[in-house]
């Protein structure tokens, strides 16, 4: 008669150990994939400046550091990609410094700076 109450004979320990072994190699195997493993986050979107109303023939600095021409092109601001953290907007004509202002940005920011010129914003 054959087994009952859903408990499994197997006619060898030969057929077993195979059994054990299969079994055991499969979940080996399978604990190497990363369908079981944490993906890392995403990086952090840097923020973004975007920079307006600059005079034409002036230069865009940030920290110092030029980042470009700052006339508008066919109307369209100048997009600025920077880190996370506190930064100084200057636009120069020649020698001159004719905005400055003082910002801190966060990651996934986009902010606008609007150029006043001849004016600060601390």
């Given at each position: 008669m054959g087994p009952s109450g859903g408990t499994l004979e197997y006619g060898t320990a030969a057929e077993e150990l195979r059994l054990k072994i299969f079994i055991l190699l499969a979940l080996t195997l399978l604990s190497g994939c990363s369908w079981f493993h944490k993906k890392p986050p995403p990086a952090p979107v840097p923020p973004e400046l975007i920079v307006t109303g600059v005079p034409a023939g002036s230069i865009v600095f940030i920290d110092g550091t030029q980042r470009?021409?700052?006339?508008?092109?066919n109307g369209r601001p100048q997009l600025l990609r920077v880190l996370e953290g506190s930064h100084v907007v200057e636009v120069h004509r020649g020698d001159t410094v004719v905005y400055r202002e003082n910002?801190?940005?966060k990651n996934g920011e986009k902010r606008v700076v609007t150029v006043l010129s001849?004016?600060?914003r601390e």
């Amino acid at each position: 008669m054959g087994p009952s109450g859903g408990t499994l004979e197997y006619g060898t320990a030969a057929e077993e150990l195979r059994l054990k072994i299969f079994i055991l190699l499969a979940l080996t195997l399978l604990s190497g994939c990363s369908w079981f493993h944490k993906k890392p986050p995403p990086a952090p979107v840097p923020p973004e400046l975007i920079v307006t109303g600059v005079p034409a023939g002036s230069i865009v600095f940030i920290d110092g550091t030029q980042r470009g021409q700052a006339a508008e092109l066919n109307g369209r601001p100048q997009l600025l990609r920077v880190l996370e953290g506190s930064h100084v907007v200057e636009v120069h004509r020649g020698d001159t410094v004719v905005y400055r202002e003082n910002l801190f940005v966060k990651n996934g920011e986009k902010r606008v700076v609007t150029v006043l010129s001849g004016s600060n914003r601390e």
